[in-house]
């Protein structure tokens, strides 16, 4: 993933022939972005939903290139829910951690100072 800042936003729900963009799981939005990343190039993308970006709004972004017929071009996707939740347990390990999370103390709750197990009583 990689951060983008938005230059240009251009989002529809029909193809170049009007018709509404749809497929098995109902109506889609494709949607193209100029960032100031790639400022020559629009990178083209899908969503289910609509999305309501604007000019100068900071996107985290999968963004690739890909060739199709013969052309190479800029594609992203938007995170999968489990991708943003893993950056941030990653963003929050590192805080919590720093840079040595594999050495990082466990620490047993049931046990007493003593060691011994905590009693309810």
Do not use: C, H
């Not at 939005?29 to 604007?54: L, M």
């Amino acid at each position: 993933m990689e951060k983008v800042t938005l230059t240009r936003v251009s989002v529809t729900d029909k193809k170049k022939d009007g018709t509404i963009l749809e497929n098995k799981n109902g109506k889609f939005y494709r949607i193209g972005i100029q960032t100031k990343e790639y400022p020559e190039q629009w990178i083209n993308g899908f969503s289910n939903e609509t999305v309501d970006w604007q000019e100068g709004d900071v996107m985290e972004l999968e963004v690739s290139k890909e060739l199709w017929n013969g052309a190479e071009q800029m594609k992203f996707k938007l995170p999968s829910k489990g991708t943003q939740l893993e950056a941030r347990v990653d963003k929050l390990e590192q805080e919590v951690f720093g840079e040595n999370k594999e050495t990082e103390a466990v620490i047993n709750v049931d046990e007493d100072k003593d060691g011994e197990p905590d009693k309810p009583f």
